[in-house]
């Protein structure tokens, strides 16, 4: 494992939002690209799209540390030690939205209304953003679960 910095400082929490708007800002465009390029395939993109986020998020941030909105404002995720994060952290980071995104693929969907689908999403996001605000190191529950952190790239 790579040391990263010995006495790296925590991501402000604007880099933070900033970058997971940016990364939803390319996702939207690559999305809408998909559905305007393949029509006929509109329920199954639309379907797909939160996975395929996940997916996303779980490659770049093993491989790079980062993805590409964190890459722009220069910050990276690392473990608690200091070290770049391994494939198992990375999918924990991820792992409550990806579980969340296959209750809405159509073998399973049927089994849950909307409104649980929708009741799931909010509020795995509301208490993930409120740990985020709560926490002094601006760590958020999924940075907690996988024991992680955001840390400003010197």
């Known amino acids: 494992m790579n040391k990263i910095n010995s006495n790296p400082t925590n991501a402000e929490r604007w880099k933070r939002f900033v970058a997971f708007a940016l990364d939803n ?3 939207i465009v690559i999305v809408l690209a998909f559905l305007f390029l393949f029509s006929e395939f509109f329920v199954i ?3 797909l799209s939160g996975l395929f986020y996940q997916i996303y998020l779980v490659i770049f941030h093993y491989k790079y540390g980062a993805t590409l909105g964190k890459m722009m404002l220069n910050i990276k995720i690392i473990n608690l030690e200091g070290n770049n994060i391994n494939f198992k952290q990375a999918f924990l980071r991820s792992s409550i939205p990806i579980v969340i995104s296959l209750l809405a693929m159509p073998p399973i969907a049927h089994l849950f209304p909307n409104k649980l689908y929708y009741l799931l999403t909010i509020s795995w996001y509301l208490l993930d ?23 400003n790239k010197i």
Do not use: C, Q, S
């Open 129 to 151: 953003l409120f740990i985020f605000f709560i926490d002094k190191e601006r760590r958020a529950l999924h940075d907690f679960i996988a024991g992680t952190i955001v840390v």
């Open 25 to 27: 800002i390319i996702f």
């Open 45 to 47: 993109i639309t379907m």
